[in-house]
Structure formats: structure tokens, C-alpha cells
């Protein structure tokens, strides 16, 4: 996400490109109700029971398994790990849709890691992180949505 934000601020990607490619990215990732199945976690009953408690409650996935004790923390931590392993990094994701060419995705990103490492920390930063840039992109898709 910091490094959409930083081609958002650097006026490499449109807002509209950024919240499409986040929109993917978050469509296209692991869930981990799945991911707690595959590794064997869960059982499929336990996995409606979270689900069932989930739609009644404002509460995430491992908030929920946890407090029925299905999961430990550590279980929804190592989870979380695998999703983000298998999620589609930001960056090819605009690249498999067509915002930025592989060749920019490289350059830009050569230019990002440079940038953190002369200590613009996106964390810490909230100028690096234009938030108006961010309310803009999202100001910019709603009128076009």
C-alpha cells in the first residue's frame, strides 16, 4: 500500500488506478476462514459458527474465532502471514492492470526503496503519505464512479 501511495503522490497513478488496484487486491487475496481450512485450523463447523457470529457482529474474522476459542492469537497472526504472503503485491497488481509498464514498476520502485532508505518511513511520515492525496483519489473515483 505505502508504495501505491507514494506512485499516487508522485503522480505516477491516477486515484482512480490506485483505488481500482487496492480494490483488486483486496478481491483477489486469500480469506483466511479458507486459508484456516486449508492448514487445518478449522473445521468446516467451526467456520460457519465464526461466519454466522461474524454477520452479527461488528468484529473481524479472527476477533470472532478467537473469543469462541476455535483460534489463538498466534493461530490468526500465522494466518495473517500466509494472506499477506499470498497476496498480489500493489504493484504488479497495477501492472496486470495496465496503469504502469513493468519497466516503470521496476524504476519506481528502485526509487521507492531509496527513498526508505534515507529514512522516509511511510509509518512515521505522514508527508510521505500525502493523506491528501489519499482523500483526493477517493474524492476523484467517486465522481467518476
Request: net charge negative; glycine share 6%; proline share 3%.
Amino acid at each position: 500500500m505505502h508504495f501505491g501511495l507514494y506512485l499516487l503522490r508522485q503522480e505516477r497513478i491516477s486515484g482512480p488506478q490506485f483505488i481500482q488496484a487496492v480494490s483488486h487486491q483486496l478481491q483477489t487475496r486469500p480469506q483466511i476462514g479458507a486459508l484456516a481450512i486449508e492448514t487445518r485450523r478449522l473445521s468446516m463447523r467451526d467456520l460457519f459458527k465464526i461466519l454466522s457470529m461474524q454477520s452479527t457482529a461488528n468484529k473481524s474474522f479472527g476477533q470472532v474465532a478467537v473469543e469462541l476459542g476455535v483460534l489463538s492469537s498466534d493461530d490468526v497472526r500465522d494466518l495473517l502471514a500466509i494472506q499477506l504472503e499470498r497476496t498480489t503485491p500493489l504493484g504488479e497488481v497495477l501492472v496486470e492492470l495496465g496503469a504502469i509498464s513493468p519497466q516503470a514498476y521496476q524504476r519506481e520502485m528502485r526509487a521507492f526503496r531509496v527513498g526508505m532508505a534515507e529514512g522516509a518511513n511511510p509509518a512515521h511520515n505522514v508527508a510521505f503519505l500525502e493523506i491528501e492525496a489519499i482523500e483526493a483519489a477517493f474524492a476523484n473515483y467517486e465522481l467518476i464512479a
